[in-house]
């Protein structure tokens, strides 16, 4: 069983609480929470796009090979060597099977679900989920394999894959964190239960999520409640002002709501600058261009003139 510490640390983590997290003190190197809560730490820089940060906190040389999990995906994260990185993880994936492999139980499955979110983004989805495993009973790793299916467009099997873990796992924050996840990707039941869940999260006061803000405001925006949409995304962007995610959503909900003349349009370039790469930035682009080219193969007839008798 988690001390109260490390049960702490997993729910700022899992609840997106970053830099909350970070921001944390370690316990001593002695301590069997050491590694498990050093290994949050590590992951909430790389969820925060620094994987720098996360690297550095890596001690050099060393032999667990969940820390040397983290360390590969920083690397690939950071966009450098990718290949190298995945290597590393595929590695490391087969070295934890078996019954003589190195490291704790805790920390195999770590390596499976570093390694299959490292795949997942590199587009690998296969492989991801062979890593990560059909049968598997870590709720991280479900929760890996849920988002792969979200992603694909496979919301049955995400949902498959929930009541699965219902079978076997406890009311875990985490589990309901899945079913909320899957709720918000099919608005089963009008959003009702994930919106529960993100204002029953939001109220905790001890913990600072602009996360949770933004979950709760996409789901505002799904429920046509646009103006309590703005106010958590700009409460989120107040908390983290880069997260291109919030961005993003505050751009749709400030364009679907009445709101002051050009603040839609002056969000949409600010998220175009600022990270171009967004997925709705590559989405209107090429929706643009396939417009000019249409538009290009008609000519418009002159305007009609009346004749006068």
């Given at each position: 069983?988690?001390?109260?510490?490390?049960?702490?640390?997993?729910?700022?983590?899992?609840?997106?609480?970053y830099?909350?997290?970070?921001?944390?003190?370690?316990?001593?190197?002695?301590?069997?929470?050491?590694?498990?809560?050093?290994?949050?730490?590590?992951r909430?820089?790389?969820?925060?796009?620094?994987?720098?940060?996360?690297?550095?906190?890596?001690?050099?040389?060393?032999?667990?090979?969940a820390?040397?999990?983290?360390?590969?995906?920083?690397?690939?994260?950071?966009?450098?060597?990718?290949?190298?990185?995945?290597?590393?993880?595929?590695?490391?994936?087969?070295?934890?099977?078996?019954?003589?492999?190195?490291?704790?139980?805790?920390?195999?499955a770590?390596?499976?679900?570093?390694a299959?979110?490292?795949?997942?983004?590199?587009?690998?989805?296969?492989?991801a989920?062979?890593?990560?495993?059909a049968?598997?009973?870590?709720?991280?790793?479900?929760?890996?394999?849920?988002?792969?299916?979200?992603?694909?467009?496979?919301?049955?099997?995400?949902?498959?894959?929930?009541?699965?873990?219902?079978?076997?796992?406890?009311?875990?924050?985490?589990?309901?964190?899945?079913?909320?996840?899957i709720?918000?990707v099919t608005?089963?039941?009008s959003?009702?239960?994930?919106?529960?869940?993100?204002s029953?999260?939001?109220?905790?006061?001890s913990l600072?999520?602009?996360?949770?803000?933004?979950?709760?405001?996409?789901?505002?925006?799904?429920?046509?409640?646009?103006q309590?949409?703005?106010?958590?995304?700009?409460?989120s962007l107040?908390?983290?002002?880069?997260?291109?995610?919030?961005?993003?959503?505050h751009?749709?909900?400030?364009?679907?709501?009445?709101?002051?003349?050009?603040?839609?349009?002056?969000?949409?370039?600010?998220?175009?600058?600022?990270?171009p790469?967004?997925?709705?930035?590559?989405?209107?682009?090429?929706?643009?261009?396939?417009?000019?080219?249409?538009?290009a193969?008609?000519?418009?007839?002159?305007?009609?003139?009346?004749s006068?008798?």
């Amino acid at each position: 069983m988690d001390s109260s510490e490390l049960y702490h640390v997993k729910q700022q983590f899992i609840l997106g609480a970053y830099k909350t997290l970070i921001t944390s003190s370690l316990p001593d190197e002695s301590s069997q929470d050491y590694i498990p809560i050093l290994l949050y730490k590590v992951r909430a820089h790389i969820a925060l796009r620094d994987p720098q940060s996360a690297l550095k906190l890596i001690p050099s040389g060393t032999d667990n090979v969940a820390l040397k999990a983290a360390a590969s995906l920083a690397r690939y994260v950071s966009g450098t060597d990718t290949d190298t990185a995945l290597e590393e993880l595929r590695d490391l994936s087969v070295e934890v099977e078996g019954d003589d492999a190195e490291g704790s139980e805790r920390d195999r499955a770590m390596v499976r679900v570093l390694a299959g979110t490292a795949f997942a983004r590199a587009g690998e989805v296969e492989e991801a989920l062979e890593t990560l495993g059909a049968d598997t009973e870590d709720l991280e790793a479900v929760a890996v394999v849920v988002q792969i299916y979200l992603s694909i467009n496979r919301p049955d099997l995400a949902r498959k894959e929930f009541e699965r873990a219902k079978r076997w796992a406890e009311d875990d924050l985490l589990l309901q964190l899945i079913e909320s996840t899957i709720g918000l990707v099919t608005g089963k039941d009008s959003y009702s239960n994930c919106s529960s869940f993100y204002s029953e999260q939001i109220a905790n006061p001890s913990l600072s999520s602009p996360h949770l803000l933004t979950s709760r405001g996409v789901t505002r925006i799904l429920r046509n409640e646009f103006q309590e949409a703005k106010s958590d995304l700009e409460e989120s962007l107040a908390q983290q002002k880069d997260d291109a995610e919030a961005l993003a959503a505050h751009v749709v909900a400030s364009g679907l709501a009445p709101s002051k003349k050009g603040e839609a349009d002056d969000l949409w370039n600010q998220l175009v600058s600022e990270h171009p790469t967004h997925p709705i930035v590559i989405d209107v682009a090429k929706k643009s261009q396939f417009f000019d080219e249409c538009a290009a193969n008609f000519t418009v007839p002159p305007t009609a003139v009346a004749s006068r008798a």
